[in-house]
Each structure stands twice: as structure tokens, then as C-alpha cells.
């Protein structure tokens, strides 16, 4: 695709209930990031793919929070029994994963939990 | 740990006046500098980069000079349009293609 694809957008889920957020990245790029944005703040890492192997997953805050990557391109995240503070814009990047080379972030999904 | 401290918004300014937006950081070694622009209903962009001290990474009229010495990396464009208004994210990584640390962001209005 022309750029990194997230769905849904929006998802509004029940406290208690499981979510999966989707990343569709750039065709051939190596490298994939999820960050979690807090309303009013910065993006935050939560964790690092490299093809299929998860390189880095020293920010997800907690395990209810899930991700993987399984043939290298598409990636989950899933968040399981969802708490009002998970309520968030959850980010995808990816990226050649050459030395150097630029992240291109997806638009992002608004998680609202209720 | 890596971190990164922005100056606090939001920033109002008329066209064509001269923007300056802070931005200060922590880290060990010597990290790649980034400023982001996120546009509203808009995912978030490279907006300019700085891989080495005194280098100046610049777009779109923008700059941001990578100061070892004040561990600073300050946007500025000397006359910003209506069009700039968006949000303003400065960025690091350890090494320009890892994982990045973001400042808190700055909104930027502009008016006509």
C-alpha cells in the first residue's frame, strides 16, 4: 500500500473486554513499532519488531498487552481486559530498517474504554 | 534514561511572525535528533533530522540546529503560515532508525 494502514480508527470497547488493533505496514519494510499516545502527550514505545521476531517489547506497560508479528508484515496488538486507563491513540511505524532510514507512522487507532 | 523536554504550549502566532519552539534532551552517548509534525486528521510526519552535533537538519523552511554543548535541538522558521499549524513533536533515538523518545508536543496556531 502507498502508507502504513491501521484498523479500526476508532474502537470504543467495554472495561473488561479484549481488543485487537491491526498494522498494516509499508510492503517490505523490515522494521515495526507500536506506540501508545496518552491524550495531550507524546507517543511512548511500547515495542520493536524486527521482520517476524520481537526485538523489544520493554515498553508494554503491563501482560495484558500483547503483540506479534506472525510472517514478517501485519501486526496485532491486543489488549486484553481493558481498563479505562489503556484509553489511548495506538500508533504503528515501520521502516526499511536500514541505518538511518525514516519511520513512517500509520494514522493511528483511538481506543476508548467505557 | 533517554528523555525529552519541550517547551509548553499551545503557541499562538500571527502570519508571518518568526516561530521558535524549545526543545532539550537527555541521553547517553549521542543520539539522532528528530522533529515530527502531526497535522490535524493526519498521521505523524518527519518534519527534519539531525544525525551528528552541529548538524542542521532543515525542511520546508523549518530548522533545527543539533547542539551538543546546551543538549538542545530548537525549531524555528522565520515566518510561519497558516498552513503550520499543527502539532510539533521533538524526538530521539539512539541511533537514527531505533525506537524513538518523544517530547510532550507543542500545538502551533497560526492566524491570518
Known amino acids: 500500500g502507498a502508507g502504513v494502514s491501521q484498523s479500526p480508527r476508532y474502537k470504543v470497547a467495554k472495561r473488561g473486554q479484549d481488543v485487537a488493533l491491526r498494522c498494516d505496514p509499508i510492503s517490505g519494510h523490515v522494521s515495526l513499532f507500536w506506540y501508545q499516545q496518552a491524550l495531550g502527550q507524546g507517543p511512548e514505545f511500547l515495542t520493536y519488531f524486527q521482520n517476524e521476531a520481537q526485538l523489544d517489547k520493554s515498553g508494554l506497560p503491563s501482560d495484558r498487552f500483547f503483540a506479534e508479528r506472525p510472517e514478517g508484515s501485519v501486526s496485532t496488538l491486543k489488549i486484553q481486559r481493558t481498563q479505562q486507563e489503556d484509553s489511548a491513540v495506538y500508533l504503528c511505524?515501520?521502516?526499511?530498517?536500514?541505518?538511518?532510514?525514516?519511520?513512517?507512522f500509520g494514522q493511528g487507532t483511538r481506543l476508548t474504554v467505557v | 534514561g533517554n528523555s525529552v523536554t519541550q517547551m509548553e504550549g499551545p503557541v499562538t502566532l500571527s502570519e508571518e511572525a518568526f516561530l521558535t519552539i524549545n526543545c532539550t534532551y537527555t541521553a547517553t552517548g549521542y543520539p539522532s535528533l528528530f522533529w515530527y509534525v502531526q497535522y490535524p486528521g493526519e498521521g505523524l510526519q518527519l518534519l527534519l533530522k539531525a544525525t551528528k552535533a552541529d548538524d542542521k537538519g532543515s525542511n520546508k523552511g523549518f530548522e533545527a540546529t543539533y547542539r551538543k554543548e546546551t543538549t538542545s535541538f530548537h525549531l524555528e522558521k522565520g515566518s510561519v503560515q497558516v498552513s503550520d499549524s499543527a502539532v510539533y513533536f521533538c524526538?530521539?533515538?539512539?541511533?537514527?532508525?531505533?525506537?524513538?523518545?518523544f517530547g510532550e508536543g507543542t500545538q502551533l496556531t497560526v492566524n491570518p
Open positions: 511505524a515501520s521502516s526499511p530498517g536500514r541505518m538511518g532510514a525514516e519511520a513512517f
Open positions: 524526538a530521539l533515538s539512539r541511533t537514527s532508525g531505533s525506537r524513538l523518545t
